[in-house]
């Protein structure tokens, strides 16, 4: 079935440095639609970025992330780590079937 | 203003007691979901519910079993609540096609002691 890895569970980074978060994902459906959701803390969870046509960088907020098909890989990126952006973040695959999977997660701490 | 509710927002149950979670959404969509957020397991679909009473199983909904007899209006109802049922339970709605993000709700923390 399908699946989605996300290999950090904890990313702790100084501010300033660049951000990337793994998103790895298995299915057998052509075309999926690879989404990235926030969560900081005490709010709900919302969308971040939803993945367009293959090798298609998409943005929002500053981040970014590109779907490669060719090794199955939406990583979430983002050029200057904030403060602000410390949070729960996780990938998600959308195929065919009935419902979006969701990774694991992976916090990201920014730090002074 | 696009939204989802829940209530409560936290819940403390005695082992063997039964819980309601309600959910509701302003947004008209067809498809709603129930959600268990555990630290290191991400979010996991107990249940989801495609418009009112088609609902099917998650990914874990031993334990749960869910109602929707109105479009806006999904819930969560553990019988004889566990206290591996100790969570945070996230409710979230979408429309109906693939390309659609989810909307989540502001979550409920369920402790069962």
């Known amino acids: 079935g399908d699946s989605v890895t996300q290999t950090e569970g904890l990313v702790t980074l100084t501010e300033g440095l660049p951000v990337m978060l793994n998103c790895t994902y298995q299915?057998?459906?052509?075309?999926?639609?690879l989404f990235w959701y926030v969560h900081y803390l005490n709010e709900s969870p919302r969308l971040l970025l939803k993945?367009?046509?293959?090798?298609k960088r998409t943005e929002h907020q500053g981040f970014h992330a590109t779907l490669h098909k060719s090794s199955s890989s939406f990583h979430l990126q983002k050029s200057s780590a904030q403060l602000s952006d410390s949070a729960l973040y996780y990938c998600?695959?959308?195929?065919?079937?009935?419902?979006?999977?969701f990774g694991t997660g992976t916090k990201l701490q920014v730090v002074p | 203003d696009m939204k989802v509710t829940q209530m409560p927002r936290y819940l403390i149950k005695r082992m063997g007691e039964n819980v309601l979670l309600e959910c509701g959404q302003d947004?008209?969509?067809?498809?709603m979901y129930w959600y268990r957020q555990d630290p290191g397991l991400g979010l996991q679909l107990i249940y989801i519910?495609?418009?009112?009473?088609?609902?099917s199983e998650g990914d874990i909904p031993k334990g749960y079993r869910v109602s929707r007899k109105k479009r806006e209006h999904f819930s969560l109802i553990l019988d004889s609540a566990k206290t591996n049922q100790t969570s945070v339970y996230f409710c979230?709605?979408?429309?109906?096609?693939?390309?659609?993000?989810?909307?989540f709700g502001p979550g409920t923390r369920l402790t069962v002691l």
């Open positions: 979230a709605s979408s429309l109906g096609g693939r390309s659609y993000e989810q909307y």
């Open positions: 299915t057998i459906y052509s075309n999926p639609f």
């Open positions: 993945s367009s046509t293959d090798n």
């Open positions: 998600a695959l959308r195929n065919s079937g009935t419902y979006q999977r």
């Open positions: 947004m008209s969509h067809e498809t």
């Open positions: 519910s495609y418009d009112v009473d088609s609902n």
